[in-house]
């Protein structure tokens, strides 16, 4: 924006903009009308995003709440040798007919979660995923399927079938080689699991068009190694790989040694790769566990909403019937789906509120009323300047890398 145009907004000096560029603020909601009520416009937002009638289903399946790894801050009860059978694979595929008479629903996402979903992945879970991207393309719907995984199990084998669903991933690593062999260890073995994800990340990129988002969990000390993880990944192409840098939420930063977040979100962006930081792109709801058409299965045919606390009996909120209904819980339902997670006074006059909409509802649950414990702007380790100024950065190399795919 040129600072004349800057200045004439600040000050209100309407009359001097251009009516193209005032309608172009104005559709982009730079300039809003007195009259319009925010608020009410976020919070009807809100209620469609969340309502049965959204064309969206959410599902997110665990075939096994057992794992190849034992990272040390794993918030799961690992269920050792737990996988879905037969019986349960059936009614997941039931429950997604009837998810599929529902006129309204065009999308139907898949997210495979656990423990680690790639386990049992060729005999047990890929057959299922076929048989409901096919039911989905019956009837005319669009089914994608999403992967998050610690990437150990992937072998040449699985591409293929991966690319038949168009698989997407978000892969997890601990920083950089020896931190990640530390964190990530396969119990009784010495092996570098590091070097055997990079690989497999590598050869996923280099197979089918699918996005891998490499979420970096990091601590106090990772970050300052980031340039041997980009070098470990300079050659895949951004199209296929985006970087996501996640805290270990148990790391409050202790003192130790400090990294600048801003130049290292600024050291992966100058090698070309896109990356997230903060929860601050959502789109009407903090969560899709606020979502009416959503669910999280579990091997055994629990159902969940949350899937970022243990998947334990205190947590669950329905059973998944033979038939592919779920019996839920209703007044657990009901409470979570009562929460608007930004209708408090913190949120409502917070500038960020429409980026953010507010802490999830499981925080809510959890810790009703300490909004302030988890409020984004508080955990958020740049000043929200540089922020803005990485994001709009981000953005640019967004749509230079989007572009050069259609040269
Ligand atoms: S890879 Fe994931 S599921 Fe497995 S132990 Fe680590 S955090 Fe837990
Ligand atoms: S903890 Fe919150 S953000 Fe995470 S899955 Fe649960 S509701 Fe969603
Ligand atoms: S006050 Fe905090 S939690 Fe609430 S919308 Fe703003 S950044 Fe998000």
Redesign the pocket.
């Known amino acids: 924006m040129r600072k004349s145009l800057y200045e004439a907004i600040r000050e209100g000096r309407f009359v001097e903009i251009a009516a193209g560029e005032f309608d172009a603020l104005r559709e982009n909601g730079v300039i809003v009308d007195d009259d319009v009520d925010e608020y009410a416009v976020l919070a009807g937002n809100y209620d469609r995003a969340v309502s049965a009638e959204s064309e969206v289903y959410d599902l997110t399946l665990l075939p096994s709440l057992d794992?190849n790894?034992?990272?040390w801050?794993?918030f799961?009860t690992h269920v050792v040798g737990s996988r879905m059978d037969a019986s349960v694979r059936e009614a997941v595929f039931r429950h997604v007919e009837l998810v599929c008479r529902r006129d309204h629903i065009k999308y139907i996402r898949v997210e495979l979660f656990?423990?680690?979903p790639l386990l049992y992945f060729r005999e047990e879970l890929y057959p299922l995923l076929r048989r409901i991207k096919d039911l989905a393309a019956s009837r005319d719907k669009e089914a994608s399927f999403f992967f998050v995984t610690?990437g150990v199990c992937i072998t040449d084998e699985m591409i293929p079938l991966f690319a038949e669903l168009n698989a997407g991933f978000q892969i997890?690593i601990d920083g950089y080689r020896e931190k990640h062999n530390a964190v990530?260890k396969i119990p009784g073995s010495d092996e570098d699991v590091y070097g055997r994800v990079i690989r497999s990340i590598h050869r996923l990129a280099e197979s089918y068009g699918t996005y891998i988002n490499l979420r970096i969990n990091y601590d106090d000390q990772t970050l300052h190694h980031i340039e041997d993880v980009i070098r470990d990944i300079i050659d895949i192409n951004p199209q296929r790989l985006g970087i996501h840098l996640e805290r270990v939420w148990q790391t409050a930063r202790d003192g130790g040694r400090r990294y600048d977040m801003s130049r290292v979100l600024a050291f992966i962006m100058a090698n070309g790769f896109t990356v997230s930081y903060m929860n601050l792109h959502r789109k009407h709801v903090s969560c899709k566990a606020s979502n009416a058409n959503q669910a999280v299965i579990s091997f055994n045919g629990d159902v969940y909403k949350c899937s970022g606390r243990d998947f334990s009996e205190k947590h669950r909120e329905g059973r998944l019937e033979a038939d592919g209904r779920i019996e839920w819980e209703r007044a657990k339902l009901d409470r979570r789906m009562g929460i608007r997670t930004f209708d408090n006074a913190l949120c409502r006059g917070c500038n960020l509120l429409p980026l953010c909409c507010g802490p999830c509802c499981q925080k809510q649950i959890d810790s009703p009323g300490e909004y302030e414990r988890y409020c984004q702007k508080r955990l958020m380790e740049i000043s929200l300047e540089d922020y803005l100024i990485y994001q709009f950065k981000n953005e640019i190399l967004r749509r230079k890398i989007y572009e050069s795919q259609h040269d």
């Open positions: 794992c790894l034992r990272c801050y794993c799961e656990g423990g680690e610690n997890s990530k």
